[in-house]
């Protein structure tokens, strides 16, 4: 959706209206873009990228903003300017026949624009003017204004000339850009045009040991609150980028969701299960120690959550990382094809500090991604001094946390003294640290793991030995005797010592289980025998009390009857007697 006048010129908080320019972070430090209706200088020597950086600003104001331009160029004839940005870009043929922009290449002669034998600039006024009004122009660019004034000496003539060249970019109502050479000792060559412009902005390109770095500052801006630090600003295949890195408030938002290390012992002696969500993480160690894995697994981990993942490499090609990566059961490629892992691969010499930060700010504002790989940071000390370094990686983590981006650091240690100058220099910035370290012993060389610290989370202070298989990373307890730590061989056949005795005293715990297992049998076996013995000797017993029993009962009856016979003999014989006795 294109953007109208009204929407570019929005006040400031000092009332000043202000039009955007369309460069990437230009407007941020300007708070707004350039002051609408006035002119604006742009200075700085031979090769600074005055003349792309003015272009720029008539190409997206046409493009983006509906803004019509008129570039008029002193130096430059308009064929060779569109040669010359068309590797960018820049249709500026296209843009001329919609009457977006409109080009126009004045040679200078003094001859023609003397009156009289005074300078006068009312010839250019009436061209200027045209060239506005057949578009409907917003925006104007002069290159270069030294043209304008070759050969003239009088200082009074050149400022007043100044003044009414600004006067008539005022009274057309269109935000202007003149763009001037630097001098020895003043901005420009004239020295006045800084004091008449309403905006000066510096371009410098300076070489810091055999390393370009470009950078770019607002000397003044009358009306209005801006940036005053200097700001790298590269030039590449899209143009120019700013990137405002000053803005250090502590003031950013934090998320209490855990993103997995991607190595699963790992994230067990993490409290959280992981590291943060926008956090930094440094992962440091000697070289060979895994560190490029450990990154590696973190970001296959993200890409597996379908979180995006931008990968700058320092050291080795995308290529050499996919293929060695194989070895451990990563499959880069796959997340590559799938488009959420991508590669930034460099060598650290090819910028300055300031142009790498401002690369990889480009970057990941094109990608967007959620987690962001550097790997090895220490290669940059190569081409600045450590504090440079640390400055520069406060200004990246102070841009990550503020996009809530998850970052991981890989730093090589090899000494002391680069311990300092790396981990201990680095380390103070990130919210966690992993130290892996090489473990020497019985002729071997085994890696130490170490979370030296995790902030907002309680986390293991115990070492982990750290090994690469086949199948990823793993983590696994080292041993602790009274020697001191094994690992490696020396640990395994400690373990396999133990589980031999371990399995000598259970075997030994075996054979005493079976004996009494035996001797129970035995002593349940003699008491199955007397419970016997005494059961027959009971049941003996209990015979004989019945025997004596049925005697006695017999007895009774038998005794029982002869006393019944008797008495009947008795009764038989009385009446017997009685019958006689008749």
């Known amino acids: 959706m294109a953007k109208t006048k009204k929407q570019l010129a929005t006040p400031s908080p000092g009332g000043i209206a202000k039009t955007k320019t369309g460069i990437s972070g230009l407007d941020e430090i300007t708070l707004g873009g350039l002051p609408s209706g006035r002119p604006t200088l742009i200075c700085g020597e031979a090769g600074s990228g005055k003349t792309l950086f003015s272009l720029e600003f008539i190409v997206k104001g046409a493009t983006q903003y509906e803004e019509p331009g008129v570039f008029m160029a002193f130096e430059e004839k308009a064929d060779e300017l569109k040669l010359n940005v068309a590797s960018l870009g820049f249709d500026l043929d296209k843009l001329e026949k919609e009457k977006k922009i409109r080009i126009d290449y004045v040679h200078i002669d003094r001859s023609e624009i003397e009156e009289t034998g005074e300078y006068d600039l009312e010839g250019l006024f009436i061209r200027l003017g045209y060239a506005i009004d057949s578009i409907g122009a917003k925006r104007v660019v002069l290159d270069t204004i030294e043209n304008l004034f070759s050969g003239l000496s009088n200082e009074a003539i050149i400022r007043a000339e100044i003044r009414r060249l600004f006067q008539f970019l005022k009274s057309k109502g269109v935000t202007a850009i003149i763009t001037g050479e630097a001098g020895e000792k003043t901005l420009t060559r004239q020295g006045l045009e800084e004091y008449v412009s309403d905006c000066v902005i510096v371009l410098d390109h300076r070489i810091i040991n055999q390393i370009s770095t470009r950078r770019l500052r607002v000397v003044k801006y009358r009306g209005s609150v801006h940036g005053t630090n200097e700001y790298p600003f590269l030039i590449d295949d899209e143009g120019i980028s700013v990137l405002p890195v000053t803005s250090l408030e502590l003031n950013k938002e934090v998320s209490s969701q855990s993103l997995s290390s991607g190595i ?319």
């Open 264 to 582: 699963p012992a790992l994230d067990k002696m993490l409290g959280n299960k992981g590291f943060y969500k926008g956090s930094s993480i440094l992962v440091s160690g000697t070289a060979g120690t895994g560190k490029t894995s450990v990154a590696a697994s973190f970001a296959d981990a993200a890409c597996d959550r379908k979180d995006k993942c931008l990968y700058f490499a320092f050291e080795e090609s995308p290529k050499q990382i996919i293929r060695n990566m194989r070895s451990i059961g990563l499959d880069l490629q796959k997340h590559i094809d799938s488009g959420y892992l991508d590669f930034y691969a460099s060598r650290p010499t090819i910028y300055g500090l300031e142009m790498h930060l401002v690369a990889i700010h480009k970057a990941i504002r094109k990608f967007k991604p959620s987690v962001v790989v550097l790997d090895p940071i220490t290669n940059l000390i190569t081409i600045g001094s450590v504090s440079e370094v640390k400055t520069m990686l406060v200004r990246l983590i102070d841009f990550l946390q503020a996009e809530q981006i998850t970052v991981m650091f890989t730093a090589l240690t090899l000494n002391n003294i680069v311990n300092e100058q790396t981990d201990e220099g680095v380390s103070s910035l990130v919210d966690a640290w992993l130290l892996i370290r090489d473990i020497e012993n019985n002729g071997e060389r085994n890696r130490g793991l170490y979370i030296m610290k995790s902030r907002g989370m309680k986390h293991s202070n115990q070492i982990r030995e750290f090994i690469i298989t086949d199948n990823g990373l793993n983590l696994v307890d080292v041993f602790l005797t009274e020697d001191g730590v094994l690992t490696g061989s020396a640990r395994e056949a400690r373990m396999l010592l133990e589980q031999t005795g371990e399995m000598i005293h259970a075997q030994a715990v075996s054979r005493k289980d079976r004996e009494l297992i035996r001797k129970r049998k035995v002593l349940e076996s003699k008491i199955d025998s007397l419970r016997s013995e005494y059961e027959s000797a009971e049941e003996e017993l209990n015979k004989v009390y019945v025997e004596e029993a049925l005697k006695r009962q017999i007895m009774g009856d038998t005794l029982s009857k002869i006393t019944d016979l008797r008495r009947a003999d008795v009764s038989e014989l009385k009446k017997v007697v009685k019958k006689n006795k008749k």
